[in-house]
């Protein structure tokens, strides 16, 4: 009789254990699903918000560019806005900041200001240049929230509802245990015939030990990790261009403008013979300016630069690969530079493909005893049967 309630109760037990673990997983797994619907969401929301306030920055821009009037508009705008948190407007000569909260998303480094890297905020970056009025060198940054705290608030109250809930299934299923082991043990107790005769326990037999020796432990040293070295800001200290990490994800950005607008567009690869100083690299990154505008630069490895020009055609792109080309040259020969070439030329490309042609030239271009400068010159037709071959 005693074995069958101990086998009730251990199953009683097993089935309630298992139910709370059914519970903590349910609710573990469902904030997990929530939690990433609700950054989904607000990542739609911010992208968004973010193409309205561009639109309202062109028009308004269009009728008087950083008066108080476009100021006052963006400042409305961004404190109406539901996920982003600051903008950065970039003119031709000075670049402009409005936040929701002032020192919170902006860090201003050397009259330049900067977005704060938080891990509250998005990773996805929002940037667009402003045709206003043919006006240069405009663009506008925004950086948004990750999280809708309201969201996240409400999630993680209702899954701390889900794991009470399990803990009280638990605590009540061990405290209905004990009660009723209790009374099952006054029971067995009442019944009995006669008690049972105790008999002292024998003495423990005795073990000799002999004394451990003692040890010196040096203690060891555990290796720390590298600090982050990734890319913080938009352009590097090295360079004052931007980080090479960027590149592909502008190029992207800047072919899908170009094709919708049935514009080409050209990339440019350009790596030093010897090794560079930081200082004259970071003056012949600004002497790049003549390739394309400073936000379009980006380095590429320890000694060299790439360059974004949309708009532009093979022909120009070489055109002013060659007057950069002769200006390093005549501060710079030492440094030797080997320039490689490509350009959309009306296929439909991405990015990867548009690095590829161009390191390849490159790569010509540093082996060619005659020449410093290799472009990478596609058949659009061509092209477009072998990739109608790959598919």
Known sequence: MKNKQQKSGGGFSSLIAALCIVIYLFALVQAAVRLYLSMEQYRVIAGNEFIKIRDLAVSTGSQGFMDDRFIQTMNNTLLSSKALEALIISGPNEEYAFEKQKGRAILWVNNSPRFINRLSFSNVTYYDPLPINNLRNANIKAVANAFNYDDISRILRETLLLILIGFAVSFFTMLFQILLGGKTQEKNFKHAQMPAQTYPPPPPPMQ??????????????????????????????????????????????????????????TFITIEFATAISDKTFKAIAEDAAILSSKDMLFEYGSQGICAILPGTDLDSGIAKSEKFYQRVM?????????????????????????????????????????TSIIAFKSDPDKYRAFISQQN
């Open 208 to 265: 000799n030990y002999a004394p451990q020796q003692t040890q010196d432990y040096v203690p060891i040293q555990q290796s720390r990790a590298p600090a982050d070295s990734g890319p913080k800001g938009l352009y590097s200290s090295r360079s004052n261009i931007g980080w090479e990490e960027y590149t592909k994800d502008r190029l992207d950005a800047e072919i899908h403008r170009c094709a919708s607008t049935e514009k080409d567009l």
């Open 330 to 370: 005549q501060n710079n020969p030492e440094y030797d530079p080997g320039i490689g070439l490509t350009s959309r030329s009306g296929r439909l490309i991405n990015a990867e493909r548009l690095m590829m042609e161009s390191k390849e030239a490159l790569h010509r271009a540093k082996s060619d005893q005659t």
